[in-house]
């Protein structure tokens, strides 16, 4: 089993930069394919990025393409989502997801484990 926590939100203006956490506690991230999601007030929950547990291949929603990186450190077993040049229509509650020898897929009940999320606002 493996416990995350995200951390890094806050509020920002439009085409800032922010770099989000997610950090894992109990056992490796090597095995586990890792996600963000994003769910906006009154929207459902939405994949924004993916990344295979073998750290080779990711996968963007369009939305967010060009402008946001995922990544991992195995060792300091934390996710990172890197957004730049963000926009108000970013604004949600980014959570990370994790899938033990999974696919990336969008679609949210595929991932087994989830963090708490965090709040990021941007203004214009």
């Known amino acids: 089993q493996v416990q995350l926590v995200e951390s890094g939100g806050g509020e920002v203006q439009a085409g800032d930069s922010l770099r989000l956490s997610c950090a894992a506690s109990?056992?490796?991230?090597?095995?586990?394919?890792m996600a963000w999601f994003r769910q906006a007030p009154g929207k459902e929950r939405e994949f924004a990025a993916g990344?295979?547990?073998?750290?080779?291949?990711?996968y963007y929603a369009e939305s967010v393409k060009g402008r946001f990186t995922i990544s991992k450190d195995n060792a300091k077993k934390t996710v990172y989502l890197q957004m730049s040049s963000l926009r108000p229509e970013d604004t949600a509650v980014y959570y990370c997801?994790?899938?033990?020898?999974?696919?990336?897929?969008?679609?949210?009940?595929?991932?087994?484990?989830w963090g708490q999320g965090t709040q990021v606002t941007v203004s214009s």
């Open positions: 109990g056992r490796a991230l090597s095995p586990y394919t």
């Open positions: 990344l295979h547990w073998n750290g080779e291949r990711r």
């Open positions: 997801a994790a899938d033990q020898w999974g696919s990336i897929t969008e679609v949210a009940t595929s991932y087994e484990y």
